[in-house]
DNA sequence: TACATTAACGACCGATCGTTTGTATAGTTG
DNA sequence: CAACTATACAAACGATCGGTCGTTAATGTA
């Protein structure tokens, strides 16, 4: 199981192949993203892909892998270098919105883009989206319990309560953004956290003002 | 022009297909909503539906208009009757979450579901999405102007931002709810938005406690 | 009664879907 | 070098897609 060059060779073509889908599902969901088109995007035919993935539900499931890894490089992983507490919940909710500012995906957001086609349609692709989800919203939740028990946030305060809020003000920019307001939903998202937190925290002096 | 039987009889297939519809598509989206599965749905013919509608896009548009009519219908009404400002505000929300909590479409949400699909596709379709969320979110934005001119809410609140606030609470239930938290979430949908107008709002009593 | 209109249908169209098959080729191993 | 393996392809498959066509039965109007 040595990686020669033939595997290496492979596995570019794979991430090559990975990183158009997950763009592409990004716009046009995981059911928008056919063979046809996905070998368009990438150059390629469209029997090739049955050289890496037996079905089109592994290359989904793949998909799925990669915009976790994703999500959580540029996302999670510049959280983590602000203290621990208020700032950085705060610095992961900021870093969220840059995700999305910066049209790193096309379509904004691939999670997004994908629930809505999986939520109803028992199987591995739901369990796995429904996986990264939660354990997104379990990381959240942790950000916050670590953040109370530094004493940076109200005794008053209830886990999940606010998890919820942190991560539906950060969702919900995705929709606004793109139907309606544009990218005033990214002001809206950013002031809305920042405020309550200020609001429940003994030293809001940790967080900035506006 | 007069409505005669033969009319009348066409208008309650068109109703029924379009409730169909509206449902279905709150489950598998625009897309997945297949004219054969439509028609296995609703027990005619394929070729029936061009009876009615020119083409897919016409059946689509008018089921765009059939779920912003269920949705005034159905929320924005039941609401209006609760006295304008903060109570009316919230009964807004409330409204919104009995519609989603009550399974009143089997996806949750028409509009949630179709969204993702047409933000990154110009044309009518999404003209017409676009218009009707709009047209909510400017619903969302009068009545929190009005609970302002009442003085029911502090001076220091910014319309947009808290209607903005209001909307992402309540829409991300769908979300949450059928892929990681369950009901759970309708509580701190409810919960998050009440107490943030208790903390917005000069007389409190005018909310329930919780 | 004679005629027009409508709802609804079955059969079929070209296009595209995911997938299978067979093949050519480049890289690795004995 | 020969034998083998992994990559990639073109061609074709059955299924399904949105849509067309011609027809039938029912309902209206003159």
């Known amino acids: ?7 290496l060779r492979g596995l570019r073509s794979r991430e090559a192949i990975l990183e158009q889908a997950v763009g592409l599902a990004s716009v046009e969901g995981l059911d928008g993203l056919s063979l046809g088109r996905l070998a ?14 037996r079905d089109k539900e592994q290359l989904q499931l793949d998909a799925v892998e990669w915009a976790s890894r994703q999500w959580t490089e540029r996302v999670v992983v510049p959280a983590m270098q602000a203290p621990a507490g208020v700032r950085r919940l705060f610095a992961l909710h900021e870093a969220r919105l840059r995700f999305y500012g910066e049209g790193v995906l096309p379509g904004g957001c691939f999670f997004f883009a994908v629930q809505a086609e999986v939520d109803d349609r028992p199987g591995t692709l739901r369990d796995r989206v429904a996986r990264a989800m939660r354990e997104w919203q379990e990381f959240i939740r942790r950000q ?29 920019v995705i929709i606004h953004s793109r139907l309606a ?5 990214l002001v809206h998202a950013r002031r809305a956290v920042l405020q309550r ?3 429940l925290c003994p030293d809001p002096t940790l967080l900035p003002e506006d």
């Not at 199981?1 to 595997?7: L, V």
């Not at 368009?40 to 993935?53: D, E, L, Q, V």
């Open 1 to 7: 199981m040595t990686q020669d060059g033939r595997r």
């Open 40 to 53: 368009a995007a990438t150059g390629t035919s469209k029997s090739g892909f049955f050289a890496h993935w």
């Open 144 to 172: 916050v319990a670590e953040a109370m028990a530094l004493g940076e946030l109200a005794e008053s305060v209830e886990v999940a309560q606010l998890a919820y809020e942190i991560d539906a003000l950060g969702e919900m």
């Open 181 to 185: 307001d544009g990218p005033a939903s």
């Open 197 to 199: 937190l200020r609001a």
